[in-house]
T-cell receptor
Framework: AQTVTQSQPEMSVQEAETVTLSCTYD???????LFWYKQPPSRQMILVIR????KQQNATENRFSVNFQKAAKSFSLKISDSQLGDAAMYFC?????WGAGSYQLTFGKGTKLSVIP | DTEVTQTPKHLVMGMTNKKSLKCEQH?????MYWYKQKAKKPPELMFV???????INESVPSRFSPECPNSSLLNLHLHALQPEDSALYLC?????????????FGPGTRLLVL
């Protein structure tokens, strides 16, 4: 079974600064998908970024980028130029590519990010 | 458009009540999901429908009864719930088929059972 670990329960960052949230996972599969979801106080889970394991290139979405280290099974999220609206719980998630496991997201426990004005 | 809608936003019910949660998507997705999320925890998968058929039931008590009337709509019928069932209930959808792609979540229904 796959596991996802987010070792930082809480983090804070000054507005306009950069912060990195860490995520490690354990799997025996060679192909899979990794996600970062954001859940602000409004409670809606919002997709931040997605990475396919077979792609060497790190995914980027505007101010959000990942550092995907497949051999180390690490998938960290970097938020640049942090904004007040980035304050939220961030969940790292893993998904198998095929079969019944492809329906199931394995989530980490989350990292609560605070942004200091 | 990646919108999944859920109604109601909030629901308070007694342990003897019967109520339903509704989820709708118009993205042409063929897989739909129900999750339960307790405070400060990640979501827990409850049910998965694929092409309107129940594919996964994660040993959820029978007081929760899912229904998928068509490819755009997913319901969760609630009956004789317990106070510990109070939680945020999230619906999600994905493209479906062999490769499930990304799950997109709705805003959730916050349920309080008295």
């Amino acid at each position: 079974a796959q596991t996802v670990t987010q070792s930082q329960p809480e983090m804070s960052v000054q507005e306009a600064e950069t912060v990195t949230l860490s995520c490690t996972y354990d799997t025996s599969e060679s192909d899979y998908y990794l996600f970062w979801y954001k859940q602000p106080p409004s409670r809606q889970m919002i997709l931040v970024i997605r990475q396919e394991a077979y792609k060497q290139q790190n995914a980027t979405e505007n101010r959000f980028s990942v550092n995907f280290q497949k051999a180390a099974k690490s998938f960290s999220l970097k938020i640049s130029d942090s904004q007040l609206g980035d304050a939220a719980m961030y969940f790292c998630a893993y998904r198998s590519p095929w079969g019944a496991g492809s329906y199931q997201l394995t989530f980490g426990k989350g990292t609560k990010l605070s942004v200091i004005p | 458009d990646t919108e999944v809608t859920q109604t109601p936003k909030h629901l308070v019910m007694g342990m003897t009540n019967k109520k339903s949660l509704k989820c709708e998507q118009h993205m042409g997705h063929r897989a739909m999901y129900w999750y339960k999320q307790k405070a400060k925890k990640p979501p827990e998968l409850m049910f998965v429908y694929s092409y309107e058929k129940l594919s996964i039931n994660e040993s959820v008590p029978s007081r929760f009864s899912p229904e998928c009337p068509n490819s755009s709509l997913l319901n969760l019928h609630l009956h004789a719930l317990q106070p510990e069932d109070s939680a945020l209930y999230l619906c999600a959808s994905s493209q479906g088929g062999q490769v499930q792609e990304t799950q997109y979540f709705g805003p959730g229904t916050r349920l309080l059972v008295l």
